[in-house]
C-alpha cells in the first residue's frame, strides 16, 4: 500500500501561481509514475500532468504554464502552476502507479484525497 497525501491548494487570483504537494509514504516512491489530475464540478476527472521516471508529461490545455517535477529523495512529487485562469479551477488529486498509459486514471493505483484549487477572475 502506498499513501498520497496532496498540499498547496488554495484561492489565487487569475494569472497567478500555487505549487501544490503530493507526499507519498508506505512504498519505494522512486518506482511509481506519478500523476495529477482534477476534477471540476459536474466534470470527469481529467488528465494534468505525470512524470513516468523523469519524463513529464502534459494535457495540452496546461502546456506551458504548469510544471511537474518529482524529489525522490523526499519521497515527494510536485505541481508547479501559473499563469493559471478560472478554467483550471477544480480539485486536484495525485496519483501513484506502474503503468506507462500516464493520461488514463484507470490505470493508477493510488490516490490522494485531494485538494481544492480557485481561481478567481
Known amino acids: 500500500q502506498a499513501q498520497l497525501v496532496e498540499s498547496g491548494g488554495g484561492l489565487v487570483q487569475a494569472g497567478g501561481s500555487l505549487k501544490l504537494s503530493c507526499a507519498v509514504s508506505g512504498r519505494t516512491f522512486s518506482r511509481y509514475n506519478m500523476g495529477w489530475f482534477r476534477q471540476a464540478p459536474g466534470k470527469d476527472r481529467e488528465f494534468v500532468a505525470a512524470?513516468?521516471?523523469?519524463?513529464?508529461y502534459y494535457a495540452n490545455s496546461v502546456r506551458g504554464r504548469f510544471t511537474v517535477s518529482r524529489d525522490n529523495a523526499k519521497n515527494t512529487v510536485y505541481l508547479q502552476m501559473n499563469n493559471m485562469s478560472p478554467e483550471d479551477t477544480a480539485v486536484y488529486y495525485c496519483?501513484?502507479?506502474?503503468?506507462?498509459?500516464?493520461?488514463?486514471?484507470?490505470?493508477?493505483?493510488?490516490w490522494g484525497q485531494g485538494t481544492q484549487v480557485t481561481v478567481s477572475s
Open positions: 496519483a501513484a502507479g506502474t503503468s506507462d498509459n500516464y493520461s488514463d486514471p484507470t490505470k493508477y493505483d493510488y
Open positions: 512524470t513516468i521516471w523523469t519524463t513529464p
